[in-house]
């Protein structure tokens, strides 16, 4: 099987996704040799580094497609437009797995996720709730509920499995989302 994996959320070491997403893909692919990988990842100021997966060298098993796109312009084509199916980027999957922040369209691959929490629907107002553009800094800071609940909606729609890091989750993906229990699973963050 070929399994992609959005490994993108790395780049902002020390947040409690990147920590989750580092251990979890880090210990996968140590010791899954059954499987080949495609670990895709974009950021448009950050380079990816093996040493984040807790690794010195890739598995033979293993390819990193990177990309320098902005994470704002994936959500724009990904959760807003929701355009360019992932395998325009990484290739033929069988499954791809996504993380936080964007929701790609797929064209023939099974699809997954990490819900880490519903944040954006419970408090939104303690989240960034507006749209700051910094053109001297080349900075475009999206409103993250909005992005969020973009994302959300295509996973309702799309997504074959979700992965909740706790029981709490997955209750409020039923709840709020109205996930049928069948699609969430529980994978509590192992660090």
């Known amino acids: 099987m070929i399994i992609g994996i959005d490994i993108s959320q790395v780049a902002y070491s020390g947040t409690g996704v990147s920590n989750y997403l580092k251990s979890l893909v880090g210990n996968l692919i140590k010791t899954d040799t059954e499987n080949n990988y495609i670990l895709f990842f974009s950021s448009f100021r950050n380079k990816f580094n093996i040493s984040d997966l807790g690794l010195n060298t890739l598995p033979k098993n293993v390819k990193v497609k990177e990309f320098k796109i902005p994470p704002t312009f994936l959500g724009l084509v990904w959760n807003k437009l929701h355009i360019f199916p992932i395998e325009n980027f990484v290739g033929k999957v069988d499954l791809f797995i996504t993380s936080d922040w964007t929701e790609p369209p797929a064209k023939h691959a099974r699809k ?10 419970k408090y939104p107002q303690e989240m960034h709730n507006k749209t700051e553009v910094n053109p001297l800094k080349l900075l ?8 969020q609940k973009r994302k959300l909606e295509w996973v309702k729609r799309e997504t074959d499995l979700i992965f909740c890091i706790s029981k709490a989750t997955l209750i409020d993906a039923k709840n709020i989302l109205e996930i049928n229990e069948s699609k969430l699973k529980v994978a509590y963050p192992g660090f």
């Open 140 to 147: 475009i800071s999206p409103n993250i509920v909005s992005m």
């Open 112 to 121: 997954a996720t990490f819900l880490y929490d519903l944040l954006v629907y």
